[in-house]
């Protein structure tokens, strides 16, 4: 599928190099369903690589008939990312060796960049039939089910014998160095988004409206996949706590996944029901989050989650959960409200204060947007990767 063109130009250092030849570098990913964070960050890339020496395109391996990949390959047009779809029925299908193979070969594929413990998995395989450097980037196994020890376990194998290994935040860059992967391969290269299309373009007022909510009554909201980790359980009796206290806020959660029908018996049991919103999955964000008095993260586990990234971007005020790489950016008191895990009194109190004071949103608001434009930009990612990927050639 060819992607659309994009819909703005990145800002890129495009200086020269001693070499001509465009390097093709294939992003590859397993997703179910419509995917998650990592995604913006994999299928934005490409565009940030235009005019430079290298051009890259996407391999998605997902289930047969799954409906959430039409959701990618609308997300890959707006990103202007050319996306191939590998139908992977399991791990014993042997044909997605095979479809990746002739893809590496028609494309000529010089980097293979994994995202995901099978897809560093394969590529070690693939490099047996295809000559390519090996890069990944480990954003995080934050979902735990029976077969988590078997991923870590996969990647404790494949990561040190990576040429280069990424990690989002600093927490994992010392389990990948833990796990034997040398310190010249090992680089920490945080998430960014593109600040140039993530900024507020109208009041909160009026993106409220545009989303269907009353600008007259407060609104918290949360972005995510709905599972254990994300603590979207404790975000809503958190919220619970706050109608017990007479504040009328509503709450709105943007995602989908298999915790909805417990979260919906959960909000079905509260004292104000009507006020708690499952909005499913929402392809585009940016009126939501201008719309918000409050954005939480209530995660148990996170890596550094690119919905924080863009709500900052988008000047919304943040509560968040102090774990992995979100201390590093957030400063608590300046940027945002920084919270303990699993702790729901401190998630109703940090809510409940800055949903009170309006200088205190004000000033969060601005200065979160500071912090993504100065240190979290996509364009300023992308040269750090790209230099990531000059030092396999020089």
Same mark, same amino acid.
């Given at each position: 599928?060819?992607?659309?063109?994009?819909?703005?130009?990145?800002?890129?250092?495009?200086?020269?190099?001693?070499?001509?030849?465009?390097?093709?570098?294939?992003?590859?990913?397993?997703?179910?369903? /419509?995917?998650?964070?990592?995604?913006?960050?994999?299928?934005?890339?490409?565009?940030?690589?235009?005019?430079?020496?290298?051009?890259?395109?996407?391999?998605?391996?997902?289930?047969?008939?799954?409906?959430?990949?039409?959701?990618?390959?609308?997300?890959?047009?707006?990103?202007?990312?050319?996306?191939?779809?590998?139908?992977?029925?399991?791990?014993?299908?042997?044909?997605?060796?095979?479809?990746?193979?002739?893809?590496?070969?028609?494309?000529?594929?010089?980097?293979?960049?994994?995202?995901?413990?099978? /897809?560093?998995?394969?590529?070690?395989?693939?490099?047996?039939?295809?000559?390519?450097?090996?890069?990944?980037?480990?954003?995080?196994?934050?979902?735990?089910?029976?077969?988590?020890?078997?991923?870590?376990?996969?990647?404790?194998?494949?990561?040190?014998?990576?040429?280069?290994?990424?990690?989002?935040?600093?927490?994992?860059?010392?389990?990948?160095?833990?796990?034997?992967?040398?310190?010249?391969?090992?680089? #920490?290269?945080?998430?960014?988004?593109?600040?140039?299309?993530?900024?507020?373009?109208? /009041?909160?007022?009026?993106?409220?409206?545009?989303? &269907?909510?009353?600008?007259?009554?407060? #609104?918290? &909201?949360?972005?995510?996949?709905?599972?254990?980790?994300?603590?979207?359980?404790?975000?809503?009796?958190?919220?619970?706590?706050?109608?017990?206290?007479?504040?009328?806020?509503?709450?709105?959660?943007?995602?989908?996944?298999?915790?909805?029908?417990?979260?919906?018996?959960?909000?079905?049991?509260?004292?104000?029901?009507?006020?708690?919103?499952?909005?499913?999955?929402?392809?585009?964000?940016?009126?939501?989050?201008?719309?918000?008095?409050?954005?939480?993260?209530?995660?148990?586990?996170?890596? #550094?989650?690119?919905?924080?990234?863009?709500?900052?971007?988008?000047?919304?005020?943040?509560?968040?959960?102090?774990?992995?790489?979100?201390?590093?950016?957030?400063?608590? &008191?300046?940027?945002?409200?920084?919270?303990?895990?699993?702790?729901?009194?401190? #998630?109703?109190?940090?809510?409940?204060?800055?949903?009170?004071?309006?200088?205190?949103?004000?000033?969060?608001?601005?200065?979160?947007?500071?912090?993504?434009?100065?240190?979290?930009?996509?364009?300023?990612?992308?040269?750090?990767?790209?230099?990531?990927?000059?030092?396999?050639?020089?």
């Amino acid at each position: 599928m060819t992607a659309a063109p994009p819909t703005s130009k990145a800002t890129v250092d495009k200086s020269p190099t001693t070499r001509s030849v465009c390097q093709m570098v294939l992003h590859a990913r397993v997703v179910t369903e /419509t995917g998650g964070g990592p995604d913006k960050t994999i299928l934005n890339s490409p565009r940030f690589l235009e005019g430079t020496n290298y051009r890259a395109e996407c391999a998605y391996l997902y289930p047969p008939n799954d409906p959430g990949f039409a959701a990618l390959q609308k997300l890959a047009e707006t990103s202007g990312a050319k996306l191939h779809g590998i139908e992977d029925r399991g791990p014993l299908d042997w044909r997605v060796v095979r479809d990746l193979a002739k893809l590496c070969r028609s494309l000529k594929v010089k980097i293979w960049h994994g995202h995901d413990y099978k /897809t560093n998995a394969l590529g070690l395989l693939l490099r047996r039939f295809h000559r390519m450097h090996l890069v990944t980037t480990v954003h995080g196994w934050v979902k735990h089910t029976s077969r988590t020890p078997l991923y870590y376990w996969i990647d404790r194998k494949t990561l040190p014998l990576y040429d280069k290994v990424v990690c989002v935040s600093a927490d994992l860059e010392e389990q990948c160095l833990l796990a034997g992967v040398k310190r010249d391969r090992c680089h #920490l290269i945080e998430n960014a988004i593109d600040t140039t299309q993530a900024r507020r373009t109208l /009041t909160r007022e009026e993106a409220k409206v545009a989303s &269907g909510y009353d600008p007259a009554i407060p #609104l918290i &909201g949360a972005v995510g996949r709905l599972s254990e980790e994300k603590g979207f359980d404790l975000l809503i009796e958190a919220v619970g706590r706050l109608h017990a206290m007479g504040n009328p806020v509503h709450l709105a959660i943007v995602g989908e996944g298999d915790q909805r029908q417990a979260l919906e018996t959960q909000i079905a049991a509260q004292t104000h029901p009507d006020r708690f919103h499952l909005v499913g999955f929402r392809g585009t964000l940016g009126t939501f989050y201008q719309a918000l008095d409050v954005f939480a993260l209530s995660s148990r586990r996170e890596g #550094l989650p690119n919905v924080l990234l863009e709500a900052m971007a988008y000047e919304a005020p943040v509560v968040a959960t102090a774990v992995a790489g979100i201390p590093r950016l957030i400063t608590d &008191g300046m940027t945002g409200c920084l919270i303990a895990p699993n702790d729901v009194p401190q #998630l109703q109190e940090a809510l409940a204060r800055v949903l009170a004071e309006g200088s205190l949103q004000r000033s969060f608001s601005q200065a979160a947007r500071q912090t993504i434009v100065t240190r979290y930009d996509f364009a300023v990612r992308m040269q750090k990767m790209r230099s990531v990927y000059d030092e396999l050639f020089f």
